[in-house]
């Protein structure tokens, strides 16, 4: 599935990025790799806390304190962004990469205008004047389906819905056309409805601007309807990495299994509803051995000592797990093609 | 409760906070074995001599008072005044340990009482909002609307010099803070499901208030009154100091600054040489404030992680 | 000294046995607006203050001498036959119609033959000799000071007229048109005023005895020691008023210079009525002489006094409370003045065992047995006093643990207040010389109409009618000073024997002033001397 | 937002309309004859039974409570305070000669604060680290718990007595006499700093501000502990928020982010507690002024307490809730300027 005649735009290598905190180090991020190649997206799934929003925020530097990207390398069209200094990044964010984040209403400041901060980008890139500032931004909103931009423009983020500010955010993220997009969770907040007129909108914008994504999310619904390929991210570590198409068809590992076991299907009974066991394990306190096994049905004795690593076992097709044969075998006995059906 | 116990005595500031208080309660406690009265009313600071200048720590009883003791049989506890005498002769050391006793009695009273009035007041307010909640929330507006310190300085005025009168003062201008604190806290419980199920039982509005909306929302105002325990001192010790406050000569230690305010400089090359006048009822005053202040503090962040760092 | 010559009987000019008194007048002396004085100005002047008389001014000193009478409104009553000056006017102040024929008389009749013009003299006209009129005239306070006939009707002030005098008469200070302006003949004209905070002056330079050396004198109140000190010591006030207590932190501040010793004419006193006002009255405990209190006739049993003479520590006050800085009154007439006297046995000492045995006399002994209980008083903020307040009761307590006297702390205007309803049964106050003669001493403490024996109540009253008040009025009359100074000496010696008050001490005062400020001179009589001055022969080098 | 404004001007007159009713009532607790003090320059008036009755008629003063009231808030609309004894003139007199002195010390003490205590404030939070963190907390607690007069007094014992650096009152003499009673020094303002100034008279202008120091220090270093303390706090809590990673996800340099993003927002709970400050100094200016004997109405209202001269001190506390009133006006509307969403609700 990987396409290798697109020119690949972001490589991300052995990425480590640990917190450093009063009660110990907090291994957030944990040697992750990835690519990613022009208009492509990328799916980044795991539960909250695996990590993955860290990995985002590891990719443009803006972690917040204690936080620190210890190891690895970005290249971000083949230049190592970890190598760059605040004000070469400074440059990069926002013109080559944008971040579309999960809370537009806390995302947005309260205190500037729509139209300020969408144009703020423009300004602080290209030194563009305010008059033409504020024409790109009737543009923008209009491009991203917001009626009458002229008035909204002057209008602040309280007084606009729940997805029209997460539209005025994309318009914001895609204001220099960005080579690189990062969205964290951008539907979350939102009700279904509004959700999949985002997701229909973001994959419209995607193609337009030929612009790549990084689509961070728990959702794997959401996912399935954008993504070209998925990584599944578990406590710090990517457990499974290929096509989005084999990760509904063919997963691997026990924690996709139980993810995807997880997600409410039309064909299915509620009773069966199933959800993974256990808790996110503690961050401070991972424990040995592979890091799922305390909530995993095929644990066995190696699992509790040995963890495995992450290696090719199918075409392109990359997992973590001593197991992967016996979740293949689970897997086939329920078909995931009902929620495939749903959203395509 | 237990959390917050431990929580107080594993943070530094607040033990050394808990610690000051403790001292300060022994010296309240045994005032009259630290510090034996002379007269009937102890809080009446007993003279040392009958010298007008202050004198320096250490001052031997002048032989006027031997001889006022010895003729009334009274025997000679104190042959000293250990941190020296005010202006008057009067005992500074005596004057600083009864008033520690004046010093929690102004503290607590004022701040039990105010801190009544405003939760009746403000648990009305919030239980029964309308109309009432609007009039008393403006009544407390206008309360609000005069400086506590120069609102509790009128009302001294009016009502004459003495203690009682200075607590009252405080009290009626003290209590607002509490009302708009435990408004708001009921405001949010109030919706609470149990609150509406008390409601939908057919409980007393009255019984509601006390067994279930005061017990969940007592707490703040608790933290709020701990902290106030401090200002309610620093204000009552203000006004003696402007002379508006407790009577001469009474164990007040606002009353002990204001004594040393005509000998703060002293006489030329000997800068200071009253120091002992002022320095005495200063530590004594801050310290006390500062245990509140340190124990609040504490119990606030406790309360609210998110108000962290916050005063 | 606007007049040429001072009158006495040797230069002709105190004429009918001190009845009249001719002044006649220095020419070409300027008030502050350039007029040039004239005799109708002094003439104003005097009317004017008489017909002021502010309640509670010092009016009375001029009223005294030439009308006979206490108040103008005393005057004017008797006059018109009602019983209060207040009845001739209606709601709104404005005098009835039926009265002004006689509010008329009264200046005509009485102040405008008081003080008369005569050529370029002017004549006063007594209504009886009074021996301490020259006194009273040559005072620097404000009832003899003259001011501008013409400029002052100009500033809306009495006209002069007759039938309008009593809309002037005691103005409260807003309606008063000179309140906050001036214009006399004085070496200073001041050029702000603020009040209780700063008075500013200007030298005039147009002043008939020569321009001052000085250009200009500020005046500050500056209420807190500690201020002034600090003023002091930065050379930004060349004068301060030091209290006696704090006198030992400027002796040896550098460049100043502290001038003791210097004897004032007051003195202070406990007072302790005959008789009090027994009605809502808290100050006497139960009322009775149960032990819980005094009855209210308390003090009117001579050993009572006499007991509490002999129960002050006189001298440990003066060495303490005034740094020594005072010395003992047998009696109210202070030393310095004619007819004081230091006979030692006038002296009351500090004797517990002597007080002992007053005590177990009084009451027939039931004092004694059963004890008693009041609040005796001191004005908030004076510590002198409080410390006099608590020695009593300290000794008190010695003589006989069954003696309860509470110290008590009252404003100044409720300490006035109850001591105008007398309801203090014993309490402090002092009495500054208004002008330099023992008249103006015995009848305030002893006289049956004094400012403040008047409120010894009834059993007092009546003794001194009959044995001061005689006494009181031969002295004024004559004009003999040997003869006056036995008197007063016969005075004093009823104020011992009858332990009338505590005579605490007489105040030694001082001046601190910065030692570049020279021409300094001491004046017991110009008031505020001790930390004031006389401008007038004041440089600084 | 304009009807925002008016609503609370509209709301003004009622709350001080409900301060003169509650002074009101603190008042008739006096009896008619102590009520009088207020109106008589001249003590021995009482003396006389008469003379006192006819002016407690005159004024209303034993009337039943509700018309009582209405002649009290007739005189003070004509701005009839009654008479200071304490001052020897008029109430409202003492207090417009007074107001200037007073005025020029908060003003000087607040503007500072504001300006200084915020900077400070952001630079700590920028700049966050621990012992600075516990540095501010301690400080602010410590200066929470010195009372004002032992502070002063102890800036007085210092700067006054040790050092000798700094004079008490308001002017030297010898300014004094400049000031007020020179022909060609005019008065434009009242506050001698900016008079001085505009006359050109450099050496008063120092004098008076040698004055000013010490009053200045003493009446707003609580306030600079607590408002550093409350805008650290403010501004970290707000560099957390999710729109200031917006804005450097944006590229926007970090200048911008704090002095721009952050700050505005996190002076939202500034200007509430900046204005809670400003009324707690107009508290302290009576311990201040009293301290220092600096010549304003704080000064003025202390002795007129200890003198028990109501009138001043009722004409002073009405003056003072006028004042709060109307700071905690501009404290709103600067509230709504600053966040849109109270501006535009």
Same mark, same amino acid.
């Given at each position: 599935m990987v396409n290798d005649n697109k020119t690949k735009i972001l490589q991300v290598k052995d990425l480590k990025t640990y917190f450093f905190t009063e009660n110990g180090i907090v291994k957030a991020v944990d040697g992750v790799d990835f690519e990613i190649y022009q208009g492509e997206t990328l799916g980044l799934v795991g539960?909250?806390?695996?990590g993955k929003s860290v990995t985002a925020f590891s990719i443009v530097k803006l972690? /917040?304190?204690?936080?620190?990207?210890v190891g690895g390398q970005v290249f971000f069209r083949g230049e190592d962004?970890? &190598?760059?200094n605040e004000k070469q990044m400074r440059q990069i964010r926002g013109k080559e990469i944008s971040l579309i984040f999960q809370e537009p209403m806390t995302s947005l400041?309260?205190?500037?205008t729509i139209g300020f901060q969408i144009t703020e980008a423009l300004k602080v890139h290209y030194k563009i004047s305010k008059p033409k500032a504020q024409e790109k931004a009737v543009q923008l909103l209009k491009k991203v389906d917001i009626p009458i931009p002229e008035q909204r423009i002057?209008?602040?983020?309280?007084?606009?819905?729940g997805g029209m500010r997460q539209r005025a955010m994309i318009a914001m993220a895609l204001a220099c056309d960005p080579v690189l997009l990062i969205a964290d969770?951008?539907?979350?907040?939102?009700d279904v409805t509004i959700q999949a007129q985002i997701l229909e909108l973001m994959k419209t914008l995607l193609k337009e601007f030929n612009s790549s994504l990084i689509m961070i999310t728990h959702d794997l619904g959401v996912i399935a309807e954008i993504a070209d390929r998925i990584a599944v991210m578990y406590a710090g570590k990517i457990v499974e990495y290929t096509d989005t198409r084999s990760i509904f068809y063919?997963?691997?590992h026990p924690y996709t299994y139980g993810l995807l076991t997880s997600i409410p299907r039309? /064909?299915? /009974?509620?009773?069966?509803l199933d959800s993974i066991p256990?808790?996110?394990?503690?961050p401070l306190h991972f424990p040995e051995g592979c890091k799922f096994h305390p909530r995993?049905?095929?644990?066995t004795a190696k699992c509790r000592k040995e963890e495995p690593v992450l290696k090719?076992?199918?075409?392109?097709h990359l997992v973590r797990c001593w197991h992967f044969e016996k979740v293949k075998e689970e897997a086939k &006995?329920?078909?995931?093609t009902g929620r495939l059906a749903v959203s395509e | 409760m237990n959390r917050i116990v431990k929580k107080l005595l594993s943070n530094t500031t607040s033990l050394i906070g808990l610690i000051l208080l403790f001292v300060f309660v022994i010296i309240a406690v045994f005032a009259p074995i630290i510090a034996p009265p002379?007269?009937?009313?102890?809080?009446q600071i007993p003279r040392m001599?009958?010298?007008t200048e202050p004198q320096p720590p250490g001052f031997p009883l002048s032989d006027d008072m031997i001889f006022i003791y010895e003729s009334m049989g009274e025997?000679?506890?104190?042959?000293?005044a250990i941190f020296g005498t005010a202006q008057?002769?009067?005992?500074i050391f005596y004057g600083l340990i009864w008033g520690t006793r004046t010093a929690f009695r102004i503290g607590i009273v004022t701040v039990v009482f105010s801190m009544l009035i405003g939760v009746i007041l403000g648990s009305i307010a919030a239980y029964f909002g309308g109309w009432l909640d609007e009039l008393l929330m403006r009544i407390t507006d206008i309360f609000l609307s005069i400086p506590f310190l120069v609102a509790a300085m009128v009302l001294t005025t009016i009502l004459g010099r003495g203690l009682d009168k200075v607590m009252i003062a405080l009290v009626f201008f003290g209590w607002m803070g509490y009302a708009r604190v435990i408004r708001g806290s009921i405001l949010c419980a109030k919706e609470d499901v149990y609150v509406m199920a008390a409601r939908a039982l057919g409980v007393k509005d009255y019984s509601i208030i006390v067994r279930h909306l005061l017990p969940n929302t007592i707490f703040p105002v608790m933290v709020q009154a701990s902290m106030n325990i401090g200002s309610m001192v620093i204000t009552a010790a203000a006004l003696s100091f402007l002379g508006?406050?407790?009577?001469?000569?009474?164990?007040?230690w606002g009353q002990m600054v204001s004594f040393a305010r005509n000998w703060i400089i002293g006489s030329p090359g000997h800068?200071?040489?009253?120091?002992y006048a002022v320095f005495f009822p200063a530590v004594f005053i801050v310290l006390f404030v500062l245990s509140w202040n340190l124990v609040g503090d504490t119990l606030r962040d406790i309360m609210d992680p998110r108000l962290r760092g916050e005063l | 000294m606007l007049a040429l010559q001072v009158p006495s009987d040797s230069n002709g000019l105190i004429k009918y046995g001190g009845l009249d008194y001719i002044f006649p007048i220095r020419y070409g002396v300027h008030f502050h607006n350039g007029d040039i004085l004239t005799p109708e100005d002094i003439e104003y002047s005097f009317e004017r203050g008489i017909i002021f008389?502010?309640?509670?001014? #010092?009016c009375w000193m001029l009223l005294e001498p030439?009308? =006979?009478? =206490?108040t103008i409104e005393e005057l004017a009553a008797s006059v018109a036959g009602v019983?209060?000056?207040? @009845?001739?006017?209606?709601?709104?102040?404005k005098l009835l119609p039926e009265y002004q024929e006689a509010m008329i008389r009264v200046y005509t009749d009485y102040v405008d033959r008081a003080v008369e013009v005569q050529g370029n003299n002017v004549v006063f006209h007594l209504a009886q000799p009074y021996a301490p009129f020259l006194n009273i005239l040559a005072h620097?306070?404000?009832?003899?000071a003259i001011i501008n006939k013409s400029w002052s009707i100009e500033q =809306?002030?009495?006209?002069?007229?007759?039938?309008?005098?009593w809309n002037y008469h005691d103005p409260t200070n807003e309606n008063d048109p000179l309140y906050n302006v001036t214009n006399g003949t004085g070496p200073f004209m001041m050029t702000r005023w603020v009040p209780e905070e700063t008075i500013m002056l200007e030298r005039f330079d147009d002043y008939w005895r020569g #321009?001052?050396? !000085?250009k200009e004198v500020v005046f500050q109140y500056v209420n807190e020691w500690t201020t002034r000190k600090l003023m002091l010591q930065k050379g930004d006030a060349d004068i301060v008023y030091v209290p006696v207590t704090n006198i030992n932190e400027v002796k040896?501040?550098?460049g100043v210079e502290v001038i003791q010793d210097l004897p004032t004419l007051s003195n202070v006193v406990s007072s302790m009525p005959?008789?009090?006002?027994?009605?809502?009255?808290?100050?006497?405990?139960?009322?009775?002489?149960?032990?819980?209190g005094i009855p209210p @006739?308390?003090?009117?049993d001579i050993h009572v006094r006499k007991g509490f003479s002999y129960l002050f520590p006189y001298d440990i006050m003066i060495e303490k409370a005034q740094h020594g800085q005072a010395i003992r009154n047998p009696g109210p007439i202070p030393k310095g003045? !004619?007819?004081?006297? %230091?006979?030692?046995?006038?002296f009351y000492e500090f004797d517990l065992d002597k007080a002992k045995e007053e005590f177990q006399q009084a009451w027939d002994g039931e004092l004694w047995e059963k004890g008693c209980k009041f609040n005796i008083f001191y004005n908030e903020g004076n510590d002198v006093r409080k410390t006099a307040c608590d020695m009593l009761s300290t000794y008190a307590k010695i003589v006989n643990p069954k003696f309860e006297l509470t110290p008590v702390g009252v404003q100044w205007s409720s300490y006035l207040k109850q001591f105008l309803a007398e309801q203090l049964p014993i309490y402090t106050i002092g009495w500054m010389a208004d002008? #330099?003669?023992p008249h103006n001493w015995a009848p305030t403490y002893? =006289?049956?109409?004094?400012?403040?024996?008047?409120?010894?109540g009834e059993a007092y009253l009546e003794w001194a009618t009959e044995n001061v008040d005689p006494l009181i009025e031969e002295a004024m009359k004559s004009t003999d000073p040997e003869e006056r100074a036995s008197i007063y000496k016969e005075l004093t010696q009823l104020a011992h024997d009858q332990a009338?008050?505590?005579?605490?001490y007489q105040p030694i005062d001082h001046h601190v002033q910065r %030692?570049?400020?020279?021409?300094w001179y001491y004046n017991a009589?110009?008031?505020g001397m001790g930390d004031?001055?006389?401008?007038?022969s004041l440089y600084k080098e | 937002m304009l009807s925002y404004i008016i609503r609370r001007i509209l709301i003004l007159p009622l709350i001080l309309l409900g301060v003169t009713f509650l002074i009101f009532c603190l008042f008739s607790l006096l009896s008619p004859m102590e009520r009088l003090a207020t109106y008589?320059?001249?003590?021995?008036?009482?003396?006389n039974p008469q003379s006192a009755q006819r002016l407690i008629d005159k004024y209303h003063?034993?009337?039943?409570?509700p018309s009582g009231y209405v002649h009290w808030l007739k005189s003070l609309l004509r701005f009839d305070f009654g008479w200071s004894p304490t001052a020897n003139q008029p109430v409202w007199e003492a207090i417009m000669q007074r107001l200037p002195a007073t005025m020029e010390l908060v003003l000087y003490s607040i503007i500072p604060v504001i300006l200084v205590g915020i900077w400070l404030g952001v630079i700590s939070a920028v700049h966050h680290n621990d012992i600075l963190d516990q540095f501010i907390r301690v400080t602010a607690i410590i200066g929470w718990s010195l009372p004002t007069f032992i502070f002063g007094l102890l800036i007085l014992f210092i700067f006054?007595?040790?050092?000798?650096w700094l004079p008490p009152g308001r002017l030297s003499t010898w300014a004094q006499y400049i000031v007020?009673?020179?022909?060609?020094f005019k008065n434009y303002t009242y506050f001698i700093t900016i008079d001085s100034l505009l006359n050109g008279r450099l050496d008063i202008f120092w004098d008076a501000l040698k004055h000013l120091i010490g009053p200045i220090i003493t009446l707003s270093y609580i306030s600079w502990a607590y408002l550093l303390r409350i805008t650290r706090s403010s501004m970290l809590e707000t560099l957390r928020k999710d729109y200031i990673r917006t804005a450097r996800s944006k590229g926007v340099d970090e200048k911008t982010v704090i002095h721009q993003h952050a700050r505005k927002n996190a002076m939202i709970p500034v200007v509430t507690v900046a204005g809670m400050m400003i009324i707690r100094m107009l508290g302290g200016v009576v311990i201040t002024e009293t301290v220092f004997t600096y010549p304003g109405l704080g000064f003025w209202a202390a002795s007129s307490a200890q003198q028990l001269d109501y009138g001043s001190i009722i004409g002073f506390a009405l003056l003072f809730a006028f004042l709060m009133v109307v700071g905690n006006l501009i404290v709103d509307v600067s509230y709504a300027l600053i966040d849109p969403r109270v501006r535009l609700e």
């Amino acid at each position: 599935m990987v396409n290798d005649n697109k020119t690949k735009i972001l490589q991300v290598k052995d990425l480590k990025t640990y917190f450093f905190t009063e009660n110990g180090i907090v291994k957030a991020v944990d040697g992750v790799d990835f690519e990613i190649y022009q208009g492509e997206t990328l799916g980044l799934v795991g539960e909250s806390g695996c990590g993955k929003s860290v990995t985002a925020f590891s990719i443009v530097k803006l972690l /917040d304190y204690p936080g620190k990207t210890v190891g690895g390398q970005v290249f971000f069209r083949g230049e190592d962004l970890l &190598k760059k200094n605040e004000k070469q990044m400074r440059q990069i964010r926002g013109k080559e990469i944008s971040l579309i984040f999960q809370e537009p209403m806390t995302s947005l400041n309260p205190v500037f205008t729509i139209g300020f901060q969408i144009t703020e980008a423009l300004k602080v890139h290209y030194k563009i004047s305010k008059p033409k500032a504020q024409e790109k931004a009737v543009q923008l909103l209009k491009k991203v389906d917001i009626p009458i931009p002229e008035q909204r423009i002057n209008e602040y983020p309280h007084q606009l819905s729940g997805g029209m500010r997460q539209r005025a955010m994309i318009a914001m993220a895609l204001a220099c056309d960005p080579v690189l997009l990062i969205a964290d969770e951008p539907t979350t907040s939102l009700d279904v409805t509004i959700q999949a007129q985002i997701l229909e909108l973001m994959k419209t914008l995607l193609k337009e601007f030929n612009s790549s994504l990084i689509m961070i999310t728990h959702d794997l619904g959401v996912i399935a309807e954008i993504a070209d390929r998925i990584a599944v991210m578990y406590a710090g570590k990517i457990v499974e990495y290929t096509d989005t198409r084999s990760i509904f068809y063919n997963p691997l590992h026990p924690y996709t299994y139980g993810l995807l076991t997880s997600i409410p299907r039309l /064909d299915m /009974d509620i009773e069966k509803l199933d959800s993974i066991p256990g808790l996110v394990p503690d961050p401070l306190h991972f424990p040995e051995g592979c890091k799922f096994h305390p909530r995993c049905p095929f644990a066995t004795a190696k699992c509790r000592k040995e963890e495995p690593v992450l290696k090719e076992v199918e075409n392109k097709h990359l997992v973590r797990c001593w197991h992967f044969e016996k979740v293949k075998e689970e897997a086939k &006995k329920i078909a995931f093609t009902g929620r495939l059906a749903v959203s395509e | 409760m237990n959390r917050i116990v431990k929580k107080l005595l594993s943070n530094t500031t607040s033990l050394i906070g808990l610690i000051l208080l403790f001292v300060f309660v022994i010296i309240a406690v045994f005032a009259p074995i630290i510090a034996p009265p002379l007269f009937s009313d102890p809080y009446q600071i007993p003279r040392m001599s009958w010298d007008t200048e202050p004198q320096p720590p250490g001052f031997p009883l002048s032989d006027d008072m031997i001889f006022i003791y010895e003729s009334m049989g009274e025997p000679i506890i104190r042959d000293k005044a250990i941190f020296g005498t005010a202006q008057g002769g009067y005992d500074i050391f005596y004057g600083l340990i009864w008033g520690t006793r004046t010093a929690f009695r102004i503290g607590i009273v004022t701040v039990v009482f105010s801190m009544l009035i405003g939760v009746i007041l403000g648990s009305i307010a919030a239980y029964f909002g309308g109309w009432l909640d609007e009039l008393l929330m403006r009544i407390t507006d206008i309360f609000l609307s005069i400086p506590f310190l120069v609102a509790a300085m009128v009302l001294t005025t009016i009502l004459g010099r003495g203690l009682d009168k200075v607590m009252i003062a405080l009290v009626f201008f003290g209590w607002m803070g509490y009302a708009r604190v435990i408004r708001g806290s009921i405001l949010c419980a109030k919706e609470d499901v149990y609150v509406m199920a008390a409601r939908a039982l057919g409980v007393k509005d009255y019984s509601i208030i006390v067994r279930h909306l005061l017990p969940n929302t007592i707490f703040p105002v608790m933290v709020q009154a701990s902290m106030n325990i401090g200002s309610m001192v620093i204000t009552a010790a203000a006004l003696s100091f402007l002379g508006v406050g407790a009577p001469l000569g009474y164990a007040d230690w606002g009353q002990m600054v204001s004594f040393a305010r005509n000998w703060i400089i002293g006489s030329p090359g000997h800068a200071g040489e009253y120091w002992y006048a002022v320095f005495f009822p200063a530590v004594f005053i801050v310290l006390f404030v500062l245990s509140w202040n340190l124990v609040g503090d504490t119990l606030r962040d406790i309360m609210d992680p998110r108000l962290r760092g916050e005063l | 000294m606007l007049a040429l010559q001072v009158p006495s009987d040797s230069n002709g000019l105190i004429k009918y046995g001190g009845l009249d008194y001719i002044f006649p007048i220095r020419y070409g002396v300027h008030f502050h607006n350039g007029d040039i004085l004239t005799p109708e100005d002094i003439e104003y002047s005097f009317e004017r203050g008489i017909i002021f008389d502010r309640a509670g001014g #010092p009016c009375w000193m001029l009223l005294e001498p030439l009308l =006979g009478v =206490g108040t103008i409104e005393e005057l004017a009553a008797s006059v018109a036959g009602v019983e209060n000056y207040a @009845d001739m006017f209606n709601e709104e102040d404005k005098l009835l119609p039926e009265y002004q024929e006689a509010m008329i008389r009264v200046y005509t009749d009485y102040v405008d033959r008081a003080v008369e013009v005569q050529g370029n003299n002017v004549v006063f006209h007594l209504a009886q000799p009074y021996a301490p009129f020259l006194n009273i005239l040559a005072h620097a306070g404000s009832w003899s000071a003259i001011i501008n006939k013409s400029w002052s009707i100009e500033q =809306g002030a009495w006209d002069g007229e007759a039938d309008t005098w009593w809309n002037y008469h005691d103005p409260t200070n807003e309606n008063d048109p000179l309140y906050n302006v001036t214009n006399g003949t004085g070496p200073f004209m001041m050029t702000r005023w603020v009040p209780e905070e700063t008075i500013m002056l200007e030298r005039f330079d147009d002043y008939w005895r020569g #321009p001052a050396k !000085l250009k200009e004198v500020v005046f500050q109140y500056v209420n807190e020691w500690t201020t002034r000190k600090l003023m002091l010591q930065k050379g930004d006030a060349d004068i301060v008023y030091v209290p006696v207590t704090n006198i030992n932190e400027v002796k040896e501040m550098e460049g100043v210079e502290v001038i003791q010793d210097l004897p004032t004419l007051s003195n202070v006193v406990s007072s302790m009525p005959w008789t009090l006002n027994a009605e809502g009255n808290a100050n006497l405990g139960s009322g009775k002489l149960d032990g819980e209190g005094i009855p209210p @006739d308390f003090f009117s049993d001579i050993h009572v006094r006499k007991g509490f003479s002999y129960l002050f520590p006189y001298d440990i006050m003066i060495e303490k409370a005034q740094h020594g800085q005072a010395i003992r009154n047998p009696g109210p007439i202070p030393k310095g003045l !004619l007819g004081y006297t %230091d006979d030692p046995e006038l002296f009351y000492e500090f004797d517990l065992d002597k007080a002992k045995e007053e005590f177990q006399q009084a009451w027939d002994g039931e004092l004694w047995e059963k004890g008693c209980k009041f609040n005796i008083f001191y004005n908030e903020g004076n510590d002198v006093r409080k410390t006099a307040c608590d020695m009593l009761s300290t000794y008190a307590k010695i003589v006989n643990p069954k003696f309860e006297l509470t110290p008590v702390g009252v404003q100044w205007s409720s300490y006035l207040k109850q001591f105008l309803a007398e309801q203090l049964p014993i309490y402090t106050i002092g009495w500054m010389a208004d002008y #330099p003669d023992p008249h103006n001493w015995a009848p305030t403490y002893l =006289g049956s109409n004094g400012t403040y024996s008047a409120y010894y109540g009834e059993a007092y009253l009546e003794w001194a009618t009959e044995n001061v008040d005689p006494l009181i009025e031969e002295a004024m009359k004559s004009t003999d000073p040997e003869e006056r100074a036995s008197i007063y000496k016969e005075l004093t010696q009823l104020a011992h024997d009858q332990a009338v008050a505590l005579y605490l001490y007489q105040p030694i005062d001082h001046h601190v002033q910065r %030692d570049w400020v020279k021409g300094w001179y001491y004046n017991a009589m110009i008031p505020g001397m001790g930390d004031g001055a006389d401008f007038y022969s004041l440089y600084k080098e | 937002m304009l009807s925002y404004i008016i609503r609370r001007i509209l709301i003004l007159p009622l709350i001080l309309l409900g301060v003169t009713f509650l002074i009101f009532c603190l008042f008739s607790l006096l009896s008619p004859m102590e009520r009088l003090a207020t109106y008589i320059n001249d003590p021995s008036v009482l003396k006389n039974p008469q003379s006192a009755q006819r002016l407690i008629d005159k004024y209303h003063l034993d009337e039943p409570f509700p018309s009582g009231y209405v002649h009290w808030l007739k005189s003070l609309l004509r701005f009839d305070f009654g008479w200071s004894p304490t001052a020897n003139q008029p109430v409202w007199e003492a207090i417009m000669q007074r107001l200037p002195a007073t005025m020029e010390l908060v003003l000087y003490s607040i503007i500072p604060v504001i300006l200084v205590g915020i900077w400070l404030g952001v630079i700590s939070a920028v700049h966050h680290n621990d012992i600075l963190d516990q540095f501010i907390r301690v400080t602010a607690i410590i200066g929470w718990s010195l009372p004002t007069f032992i502070f002063g007094l102890l800036i007085l014992f210092i700067f006054y007595g040790m050092l000798g650096w700094l004079p008490p009152g308001r002017l030297s003499t010898w300014a004094q006499y400049i000031v007020y009673a020179e022909e060609g020094f005019k008065n434009y303002t009242y506050f001698i700093t900016i008079d001085s100034l505009l006359n050109g008279r450099l050496d008063i202008f120092w004098d008076a501000l040698k004055h000013l120091i010490g009053p200045i220090i003493t009446l707003s270093y609580i306030s600079w502990a607590y408002l550093l303390r409350i805008t650290r706090s403010s501004m970290l809590e707000t560099l957390r928020k999710d729109y200031i990673r917006t804005a450097r996800s944006k590229g926007v340099d970090e200048k911008t982010v704090i002095h721009q993003h952050a700050r505005k927002n996190a002076m939202i709970p500034v200007v509430t507690v900046a204005g809670m400050m400003i009324i707690r100094m107009l508290g302290g200016v009576v311990i201040t002024e009293t301290v220092f004997t600096y010549p304003g109405l704080g000064f003025w209202a202390a002795s007129s307490a200890q003198q028990l001269d109501y009138g001043s001190i009722i004409g002073f506390a009405l003056l003072f809730a006028f004042l709060m009133v109307v700071g905690n006006l501009i404290v709103d509307v600067s509230y709504a300027l600053i966040d849109p969403r109270v501006r535009l609700e």
